[in-house]
């Protein structure tokens, strides 16, 4: 009789489940090792590559070990012994793995007794990936793959584009560091603050993406989330005088405070204003507001800010109302007015129109999104549904069930269709 297919036995997906737990879990300090040991990014996305299809191998037959993270370091180190085995310079790339297993790499298996190390490599990933030698959407995407941990089809169905361009694009960003001998160290001086745009701009990235996910059946991805706020901790810890960075730091700390409480005890989500605030984060809560405060000591001494910062006092806002009723939204509406003119965008003045909307009158809002180019955020589901929350609180529950019946149609996340359909039905009953 022939052997039954991994495919056909009920317990394939425990395994993978559990692989793949361990890869979201140290994928990104595992690739951050390997690139500093072997100073090849692509060849170390290769070998942890490697690494996660031996476990998926193995454990099934030996289970999951003790110390996943460490048994993938092992593995990817084994087969980068033997990768240099083979390759021209063999006395010498040997040389320095054994010389690395003897000294530091002695610990590696035990990926938490190297933490302040790894920390590092983890930050100097992020630097990596956002080199100038990359577009900014390869330096995204790259991050996203390396740092996030995404499969290419999870950042191709967020960039809107097939997974075999984005996978081609993926590869290119790594071949394009190796040939240009992009160096890991931390960038310093100048090449520093000229590197912290990209290395925001992409935290940041991840960190929405963890928030609220672009697509597939999660509402949100809260390892992401996670990975994203504690690199923004390190990353105001190596910058603690550039108000943006802790104004990056503070948004997240305090955006990521809410996580227990967006999403019901069935798993549905659950909108801000709904939203049980004493399940909020306190100690995330008093990190993004200190962080806020050193960014706001650094500006009344003349230190420039930006969207960071802004966004940041905008969530200090809903942070320091007990409850939604008590949310000073003419205080919000201002700061996104002074948003609008520093980082002027169509997100931008979407969540304008909500500020408007809750501070002066669901017309006033309407007013600032009917301003707004009908096409200028694609077939994204923000404008439909931030116009049919505006019409619903103005009373027009007709042209509000419509409004959220559309955003529901356009948007890739089940939780917010969910949502979304669940609003256009309850306006439609009203009418």
């Not at 035990?110 to 100097?124: F, K, N, P, S, T």
């Not at 503070?250 to 004493?278: F, H, K, M, N, Y």
């Not at 949502?419 to 009953?429: S, T």
């Amino acid at each position: 009789m022939p052997a039954r297919s991994s495919t056909d036995d009920p317990s394939a997906n425990h395994w993978r489940e559990a692989v793949h737990a361990a890869w979201r879990a140290d994928s990104a300090r595992l690739v951050g090792a390997l690139t500093r040991m072997t100073r090849d990014v692509e060849l170390a996305a290769d070998l942890a590559q490697d690494a996660l299809v031996a476990a998926l191998e193995q454990w099934p037959v030996t289970g999951v070990p003790d110390n996943p993270g460490g048994w993938l370091m092992t593995t990817a180190k084994r087969r980068a012994v033997d990768h240099f085995r083979r390759a021209e310079n063999l006395r010498r790339k040997v040389a320095e793995l054994e010389h690395d297993q003897r000294g530091e790499g002695a610990a590696m298996p035990d990926l938490d007794d190297q933490v302040d190390h790894i920390e590092d490599d983890v930050l100097r990933l992020v630097f990596l990936s956002c080199h100038p030698s990359l577009t900014p959407e390869s330096r995204a995407a790259l991050t996203l793959r390396l740092v996030g941990g995404l499969t290419t089809a999870e950042i191709a169905r967020g960039f809107l584009t097939t997974e075999s361009t984005m996978g081609q694009r993926i590869s290119r960003a790594k071949k394009t560091l190796s040939q240009a001998h992009a160096s890991f160290e931390l960038p310093t001086g100048q090449e520093r603050v000229a590197r912290l745009d990209d290395v925001m701009a992409v935290i940041y990235l991840v960190f929405n993406e963890g928030y609220t996910a672009t697509a597939g059946s999660d509402w949100m991805r809260p390892d992401l989330a996670s990975e994203a706020t504690r690199l923004a901790r390190m990353l105001a810890d190596l910058a603690p005088d550039e108000p943006e960075v802790l104004g990056l730091h503070a948004l997240l700390e305090i955006q990521g405070s809410r996580t227990a409480s967006r999403l019901d005890a069935s798993g549905a989500p659950v909108l801000l204003e709904a939203q049980d605030r004493t399940l909020w984060d306190p100690l995330m809560i008093r990190r993004g507001l200190a962080a806020l405060r050193a960014a706001e000591a650094l500006a009344s001494r003349g230190r420039p800010v930006g969207k960071y910062f802004l966004q940041a006092s905008i969530a200090a806002e809903h942070a320091r109302a007990a409850r939604a009723e008590d949310t000073d939204w003419r205080r919000i509406a201002s700061l996104y007015d002074v948003l609008a003119e520093a980082a002027p965008g169509p997100v931008v003045e979407v969540n304008r129109a909500v500020a408007h909307g809750r501070a002066f009158g669901a017309d006033a809002g309407l007013a600032v999104l009917d301003a707004l180019d009908a096409g200028a955020l694609g077939d994204s589901p923000l404008v439909p549904s931030v116009r049919g929350d505006l019409l619903e609180r103005a009373g027009q529950h007709d042209a509000a069930a419509a409004a959220f019946a559309e955003a529901a149609e356009l948007t890739r996340n089940e939780g917010e269709r969910g949502v979304l359909q669940r609003r256009a039905e309850l306006n439609a009953a009203r009418s």
